[in-house]
């Protein structure tokens, strides 16, 4: 466990925070944690200068890291995406980002929460996440009984319920079924599955049996040419499936 303290930092403030820096900087300086507090969409964070800080196409600079953000609904498509290429861990929300200016230093707190559990407190992420969805819950509950601002509570809801944290351990769900099928049979690898793979593999485990029973059929039986010429056209297919394999695992590499 460290405390603040002990971490070097590198801070990209105003002017500066923009992709050529923020690129620069991380690359200098290999930090093993990124936060951010600004600006987000589904798949971008925004730079100062109104522009794309990191998307998909650099997205891949986070590998081997960690992420907290309070960026809008950025972890619904970027921290996935970010998770699928390396990234550690990402700490988002999959909606905006809300709060009441009446309850700012309320909403400022849980925040942050997060972070420092997990740096002050030694928290593992899926224990953080669990204990800032229970600090929300307890700041809706106070508002309520002492009838506060119903917008607040609104708010707190939404984030508490918005906030996510892409783990091993709480991994983001994937529309695609092809990467569903993945993730149920491989776990994290099955994350980067892609279509391609997919069919291939579909290929090569039907060519397999294909080709197996043309050898049983010729074991068993007597000689049929149109069996023998399926277990060639299964033993080709199986050839031209391997290379589609090769393909793909080509291409995570590429995106890695």
Same mark, same amino acid.
């Given at each position: 466990?460290?405390?603040?303290?002990?971490?070097?930092?590198?801070? &990209?403030?105003?002017?500066?925070?923009? +992709?050529?820096?923020?690129?620069?900087?991380?690359?200098?300086?290999?930090?093993?944690?990124?936060?951010?507090?600004?600006?987000? =969409?589904?798949?971008?964070?925004?730079? =100062?200068?109104?522009?794309?800080?990191?998307?998909? %196409?650099?997205?891949?600079?986070?590998?081997?890291?960690?992420?907290?953000?309070?960026?809008? &609904?950025?972890?619904?498509?970027?921290?996935?995406?970010?998770?699928?290429?390396?990234?550690?861990?990402?700490?988002?929300?999959?909606? @905006?980002? =809300?709060?009441?200016?009446?309850?700012?230093?309320?909403?400022?707190?849980?925040?942050?929460?997060?972070? &420092?559990?997990?740096?002050?407190?030694?928290? %593992?992420?899926?224990?953080?996440?669990?204990?800032?969805?229970?600090?929300?819950?307890?700041?809706?509950?106070?508002?309520?009984?002492?009838?506060?601002?119903?917008?607040?509570?609104?708010?707190?809801?939404?984030?508490?319920?918005?906030?996510?944290?892409?783990?091993?351990? =709480?991994? @983001? @769900?994937?529309?695609?079924?092809?990467?569903?099928?993945?993730?149920?049979?491989?776990?994290? @690898?099955?994350? +980067?599955?892609?279509?391609?793979?997919?069919?291939?593999?579909?290929?090569?485990?039907?060519?397999?049996?294909?080709?197996?029973?043309?050898?049983?059929?010729?074991?068993? %039986?007597?000689?049929?040419?149109?069996?023998?010429?399926?277990?060639?056209?299964?033993?080709?297919?199986?050839?031209?499936?391997?290379?589609?394999?090769?393909?793909?695992?080509?291409?995570?590499?590429? +995106?890695?």
């Amino acid at each position: 466990m460290k405390a603040l303290a002990d971490y070097q930092h590198s801070d &990209l403030v105003d002017a500066a925070a923009v +992709r050529s820096t923020f690129e620069a900087a991380v690359k200098a300086s290999d930090p093993t944690l990124l936060v951010f507090y600004d600006h987000g =969409s589904e798949d971008a964070w925004w730079g =100062s200068d109104g522009k794309k800080l990191m998307d998909y %196409s650099n997205v891949g600079l986070v590998s081997g890291r960690e992420v907290y953000t309070m960026a809008c &609904l950025c972890a619904r498509k970027l921290g996935a995406e970010a998770y699928r290429k390396g990234c550690r861990a990402f700490w988002g929300y999959t909606e @905006p980002f =809300s709060f009441t200016t009446d309850q700012e230093a309320v909403f400022g707190k849980l925040a942050n929460k997060g972070l &420092l559990l997990n740096i002050k407190k030694g928290k %593992s992420w899926a224990e953080a996440v669990e204990s800032v969805k229970a600090a929300f819950t307890d700041e809706v509950d106070r508002l309520q009984k002492e009838g506060g601002n119903g917008w607040a509570v609104v708010a707190l809801i939404n984030d508490r319920d918005s906030l996510v944290c892409w783990t091993s351990e =709480s991994q @983001p @769900p994937s529309d695609c079924p092809f990467r569903r099928a993945g993730i149920n049979l491989f776990g994290r @690898p099955g994350q +980067r599955m892609t279509k391609g793979s997919a069919v291939a593999m579909i290929l090569i485990f039907t060519l397999y049996f294909t080709a197996l029973y043309g050898y049983i059929d010729l074991m068993y %039986s007597q000689y049929n040419k149109m069996v023998l010429d399926m277990g060639y056209a299964a033993f080709l297919g199986l050839f031209l499936a391997e290379v589609l394999m090769i393909h793909e695992y080509m291409k995570s590499l590429d +995106r890695k």
